[in-house]
């Protein structure tokens, strides 16, 4: 089995994030979920530390790339991965955005390649 992760999912379609949280529970991560940027930003700085978020690239408020500039400037958050996903065919293969991953195993892969890296910058979860 793989290693549990603290995973910080953020999307404006509480249909998607239900998705997320049953497919990386079941698997045995611990998930936390944000509306928009702007929400998962006040979680990041009020002290909740996931080994990854995973953001939509369209929201309301505070986007998927507005959030992943803000926590790359913020000098406690920056160590954090961020992932933007799309689910804009395009946009995934014109942008650094990543195709949302729709299967468990996929969404299960994508936290524990992002946790690696974290994990490599010192910082565990």
């Not at 249909?15 to 990041?44: N, P, Q």
């Not at 913020?74 to 689910?87: C, N």
């Not at 946009?91 to 729709?102: E, G, I, M, N, Q």
Request: charged content about 25%; proline content about 6%.
């Amino acid at each position: 089995m793989a290693k549990p992760h603290s995973v910080l999912v953020v999307d404006d379609d509480a249909g998607v994030r239900s998705l997320y949280v049953d497919a990386l529970s079941e698997v045995g991560h611990t998930v936390a979920v944000a509306i928009d940027g702007a929400d998962a930003l006040d979680r990041l700085r009020a002290g909740s530390i996931p080994c990854v978020v995973l953001t939509d690239v369209r929201m309301p408020r505070m986007d998927g790339w507005e959030l992943s500039r803000a926590v790359s400037r913020d000098p406690e958050l920056a160590s954090i991965p961020v992932v933007v996903v799309t689910g804009d065919k395009i946009l995934s293969f014109s942008s650094p955005a990543r195709d949302k991953p729709f299967s468990p195993r996929e969404l299960d892969a994508l936290v524990q390649r992002s946790c690696e890296l974290h994990r490599t910058t010192g910082i565990q979860d």
